[in-house]
Each structure stands twice: as structure tokens, then as C-alpha cells.
């Protein structure tokens, strides 16, 4: 059961991390969704960074929309290659339940080539 934890070590906290990313990184983008990436080291894991702004909603809409993206994280974080990710939603109608969010994050991280299980 290891696998499917998610401790601290794997989220993106500090400024600098995420400012990492944003220079050396790609970025890409739906209409729903905004990715960037960065490669990590051999020593480090895949992590994880969430972005979200209060044009997506009230308090409760968005810790919704960061729940629902981490727990797509988290279920499928073995079958990601090591990279620094970022994630910025949108758009909320696009992450209204579980299976749409992770359908959408899994389709952009296909898209970058981050998701191994092609």
C-alpha cells in the first residue's frame, strides 16, 4: 500500500520550487487546464503543485478541485515519470467529480509525455 500514500516529500511547497519550474519547465495547455513540468534528478520522485485562483470559486469549490486533482495524483503517481508538475484548473464545470478530473488530468499529462502507461 506504499505506493498510493502521499507524503510531503512528493508536494510542491516552497516558492522557489515552484519558481523551478516555471523557468526551466514546459508549459501546456487546454482549455480546462494548465500544466508545467520540469524534470527532477534521479534522486527525487515525481511532485506535485497546485495552482488554483479564486475566479474558479468560492473556499469550498476549490479545495474540492484540489482534493479531486491529488487524488488523481496520488492514485496514479506510479505511472508517472519524475517530474516536477504544476497544476492550474480553469475551468470548475470540468472537474465537477472524480472521474472527469482525473479523465482531464490524465489526458494532459499523456499529452506531455509524463504518463508511462501507453
Same mark, same amino acid.
Not at 3 to 32: C, H, I
Not at 52 to 81: C, D, M, P, W, Y
Not at 112 to 117: F, Q, S
Given at each position: =500500500?506504499?505506493? *498510493?500514500?502521499?507524503?510531503? @516529500? /512528493?508536494? %510542491?511547497?516552497?516558492?522557489?520550487?515552484?519558481?523551478?519550474?516555471?523557468? #526551466?519547465?514546459?508549459? %501546456? =495547455?487546454?482549455?480546462?487546464?494548465?500544466?508545467?513540468? #520540469?524534470?527532477?534528478?534521479?534522486?527525487?520522485?515525481?511532485?506535485?503543485?497546485? $495552482?488554483? @485562483?479564486?475566479?474558479?470559486?468560492?473556499?469550498?469549490?476549490?479545495?474540492?478541485?484540489? +482534493?479531486?486533482? +491529488?487524488?488523481? *495524483?496520488?492514485?496514479?503517481?506510479?505511472?508517472?515519470?519524475?517530474?516536477?508538475? $504544476?497544476?492550474?484548473? +480553469?475551468?470548475?464545470?470540468?472537474? @465537477?467529480?472524480?472521474?472527469?478530473? /482525473?479523465?482531464?488530468? %490524465?489526458?494532459?499529462?499523456?499529452?506531455?509525455?509524463?504518463?508511462?502507461?501507453?
Amino acid at each position: =500500500m506504499k505506493k *498510493f500514500n502521499f507524503p510531503a @516529500s /512528493q508536494r %510542491l511547497k516552497l516558492k522557489n520550487d515552484f519558481e523551478n519550474v516555471f523557468k #526551466s519547465g514546459k508549459k %501546456l =495547455m487546454t482549455t480546462d487546464i494548465t500544466l508545467w513540468y #520540469s524534470p527532477v534528478g534521479k534522486i527525487k520522485k515525481c511532485r506535485l503543485g497546485i $495552482i488554483v @485562483s479564486k475566479r474558479l470559486g468560492q473556499a469550498v469549490e476549490r479545495n474540492r478541485v484540489k +482534493r479531486l486533482i +491529488r487524488e488523481t *495524483f496520488r492514485l496514479n503517481k506510479h505511472l508517472l515519470a519524475d517530474f516536477d508538475i $504544476i497544476l492550474y484548473p +480553469r475551468n470548475k464545470e470540468s472537474f @465537477s467529480d472524480f472521474r472527469n478530473t /482525473q479523465q482531464k488530468v %490524465l489526458n494532459l499529462l499523456r499529452k506531455a509525455g509524463i504518463y508511462k502507461n501507453d
